[in-house]
């Protein structure tokens, strides 16, 4: 990771009226290793739904794939633990797949290819390291038909119109008959959506306040971490779980030099993770261009993969 887009982009962040910093850098080792904790939480019910579908249905999305060889791209792949599901199901059925696991964090990809190489050594992976919006670009040398994934809920990150765009960028690195597979969080009961965002052992306060810490380390910054909390809030009416640090008291931090000043509740954004209906995704794959969409669900009706073709 460039620290000097890293510097750029918090003291960016942390100069607007209403303070916000990028979910991106919450990933670093040890973000990466919170975030495994999170995936494990009793409240965090996202990867259990998504690896229930996985279990029963890959065999049905993989059965809307016609080419046999075929590149399955997946962007923020993390760990890639669930995708040796799906990858496995798709040699169960005769597939040639090459995969090629996308991630911010160079850590995390070593241990996703050599994690697929003693699961499935059938499997040429390709890792790209990098900002997927700066890698996406090398897609163009590949020539297979494609598969590209969006696990984790990861689209929740992009709010209103962001997602909508980046979803039409995705569309771009696609041919005609290619697909776009996309874990998405459903909206659900309300109170259900904010338990997953307020976990009562304070793992998810754990998780912001480290990317606080992380900035300390990396761009010799002050901040206190025990002068700020977690705060998460779901709003039913548009569908958006919120995250934010809140400042406990008037102070100020030191970022490499630049003062901050933060007035006692004063919060910092850090993440957003919009829930959708399928109803919404159905509008969301024809504002996108894509010509077809369709969704697999988990048996509770929380989650959705949901397959567009190009
Ligand atoms: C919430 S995790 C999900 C991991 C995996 N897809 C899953 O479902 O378990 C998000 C992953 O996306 C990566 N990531 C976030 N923003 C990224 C970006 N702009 N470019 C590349 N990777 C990114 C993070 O490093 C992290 O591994």
Redesign the pocket.
């Known amino acids: 990771m460039d620290n000097q887009e890293f510097r750029e982009e918090v003291l960016r962040g942390l100069s607007d009226s209403k303070k916000h910093l990028p979910?991106?850098y919450?990933?670093d080792d040890k973000g990466?290793a919170i975030?495994q904790e999170i995936?494990e939480m009793e409240e965090y019910y996202l990867?259990g739904c998504?690896v229930e579908i996985l279990q029963n249905q890959s065999k049905d999305i993989i059965g809307e794939i016609l080419s046999e060889e075929i590149d399955v791209i997946?962007?923020?792949?993390?760990?890639?633990?669930?995708t040796i599901v799906f990858l496995e199901e798709m040699i169960r059925l005769g597939k040639k797949p090459t995969y090629v696991p996308?991630?911010?964090?160079a850590d995390?990809l070593k241990f996703n290819e050599e994690n697929i190489a003693s699961r499935l050594p059938e499997v040429p992976v390709v890792p790209l390291v990098?900002?997927?919006?700066l890698?996406m670009s090398s897609l163009e040398e590949r020539k297979n038909p494609r598969l590209l994934m969006?696990?984790?809920?990861?689209i929740g990150?992009f709010h209103g119109e962001r997602a909508i765009e980046f979803i039409r960028l995705i569309n771009g690195y696609l041919q005609d008959g290619d697909f776009f597979l996309m874990?998405v969080d459903l909206k659900k009961n309300p109170h259900i959506i904010r338990a997953a965002y307020n976990d009562k052992d304070g793992i998810t306060k754990r998780f912001n306040l480290n990317l606080l810490e992380r900035i300390n380390r990396e761009l010799s910054a002050d901040f206190d971490l025990a002068a700020f909390d977690h705060y998460g809030v779901y709003n039913p009416k548009d569908g958006a779980a919120l995250s934010f640090l809140v400042s406990l008291e008037d102070q100020e931090v030191s970022i490499g030099g630049r003062k901050f000043s933060f007035e006692k509740f004063e919060t910092i954004h850090t993440e957003v993770s919009q829930k959708y209906s399928l109803k919404e995704l159905d509008q969301l794959a024809k504002l996108t261009n894509f010509s077809w969409d369709r969704h697999f669900t988990d048996s509770k009706g929380y989650y959705s993969l949901s397959l567009f073709r190009k």
């Open positions: 979910s991106k919450f990933y990466s975030f995936m990867p998504e997946e962007l923020g792949a993390g760990d890639g633990t669930k996308m991630d911010i964090s995390i990098g900002d997927y919006f890698t969006f696990m984790g809920s990861n990150n874990g």
